[in-house]
């Protein structure tokens, strides 16, 4: 074999040579692309545990808002007794007078009066019925009824609230009369059941 002949063939094997390490490292190339393409293509390796995550995530219950406390509030009211009423029952009134038993000169005696109703209910009283009268043996000497200065009238008693007024004698006979003598007087509440007073004027 002559020298052109064989620089020929030398060539030609280097060549060959240099396509198979190009075609190879081509082929290295494409592979190293194709499996990166299928690994970020691919739902199944990364993403299912992201998903089954947000399965178990949506399946806890959520913490229960905190309550708010009811409050209730009741209110009592208490009955007020009735303004008014019927007319009271003399069974169901309690009547009480109350003086001094010695009045010294110049002094004018005075009669306190009380009435209590004690029935459950109020009633209705007219105070005017009320009066005191002073005798002397047989002698009638005074009576607030006859000498009232003011006009009384219907006052609502309620239960075990007293009403109470105070008379007052100047000591005449009659209404402004002749000035009464020192001794022994009786009082007595006409109107209502109490005991009968003695006092005596110096």
């Known amino acids: 074999m002559d ?29 190293l692309a194709w499996a990166c393409a299928a690994g ?32 209730t509030v009741t209110t009592t009211v208490s009955p007020s007794p009735r303004d008014g009423g019927g007319p009271c029952k003399a069974d169901d009134l309690v009547f009480n007078m109350v003086t001094s038993q010695d009045y010294a000169a ?35 000497i005074w009576s607030s009824g006859e000498c009232r200065k003011s006009g009384s009238g219907k006052q609502t008693l309620r239960r075990g609230i007293p009403y109470t007024a105070a008379v007052a004698w ?16 009786v009082a007595k509440l006409k109107g209502g059941k109490a005991a009968k007073r003695v006092f005596h004027l110096h």
């Open 40 to 71: 970020g293509s691919g739902g199944g390796g990364e993403k299912e545990p992201v998903r089954n995550a947000g399965a178990i995530d949506s399946s806890v219950p959520a913490a229960p808002s905190a309550a708010v406390p009811t409050v």
């Open 170 to 185: 100047d000591r005449r006979r009659g209404c402004g009369g002749a000035p009464a003598r020192p001794g022994t007087y």
């Open 106 to 140: 110049g002094r004018q005696p005075r009669f306190d009066v009380s009435v209590v109703n004690m029935s459950p209910a109020s009633c209705r009283f007219d105070t005017g019925s009320l009066y005191v009268v002073v005798t002397s043996g047989k002698d009638r």
């Open 3 to 31: 020298t052109g002949t064989e620089r020929e063939s030398s060539l030609d094997r280097y060549w060959r040579r240099r396509v198979a390490v190009l075609a190879g490292t081509a082929g290295m190339v494409a592979a």
